[in-house]
């Protein structure tokens, strides 16, 4: 007798989505647009308590503690998210669906700025098992003291660009929130609201 072939087990996934006190409106609107969407994994929240005006140097940190927080959650893939985010309504269904295709060691993001490229973690998606290893690279970087570097620009730069996936269309909009720090504002020109992948 034959023995039938396993089936692949579902995918686990968990989002874990870091903020500041000063964010707390946007980061409210974006918990709101998040739970309109089908998302149904772990949500784990990383807040910056640090003392002192918004910087890229506070925000540095807070961004750690949080790729620290994906390396450490129970799933197989973690989404690292902002707080400043309209989220797609089949976002999880889409991810999931990416996700099929990913090697162990790929790193996506679920943002796409325009046809050429993704700006920002607004929200990147890696195993658990990525997460460990950005996160030995946040922890070197940080005993080099370089808080002028944006966090974006540090993972694209340490991310092998062939390892490095965009989704198309985005399943992230910015929320048209001022930046903390100054940053410009920039808007997806590929965002879906109701997109839905077959």
Not at 3 to 32: H, N, S
Not at 34 to 50: C, N, P
Not at 115 to 134: D, F, H, L, M, P
Request: with cysteine.
């Amino acid at each position: 007798m034959q023995a039938r072939p396993k089936m692949p087990k579902e995918i686990t996934l968990a989002m874990v989505m870091y903020t500041c006190p000063e964010r707390e409106r946007t980061f409210r609107d974006t918990l709101q647009s998040l739970a309109l969407s089908d998302w149904s994994g772990d949500l784990v929240t990383v807040e910056d308590t640090a003392d002192g005006p918004p910087s890229l140097a506070r925000q540095y940190r807070n961004f750690c503690l949080a790729v620290v927080t994906c390396a450490a959650v129970r799933a197989d893939f973690v989404v690292l998210a902002e707080d400043d985010l309209i989220f797609n309504r089949y976002v999880e269904h889409n991810t999931r669906s990416w996700l099929t295709s990913f090697r162990p060691n790929d790193v996506g993001s679920l943002y796409q700025l325009n046809s050429i490229r993704s700006v920002g973690n607004q929200a990147v998606v890696a195993s658990r098992t990525k997460w460990r290893w950005i996160a030995e690279q946040a922890a070197a970087r940080g005993k080099e003291t370089n808080d002028s570097e944006p966090t974006d620009a540090w993972l694209r730069r340490i991310v092998d660009p062939r390892k490095f996936r965009v989704h198309r269309p985005s399943l992230v909009q910015h929320h048209a929130h001022r930046s903390t720090v100054g940053h410009y504002q920039h808007r997806s020109l590929s965002f879906d609201l109701h997109w839905r992948t077959p």
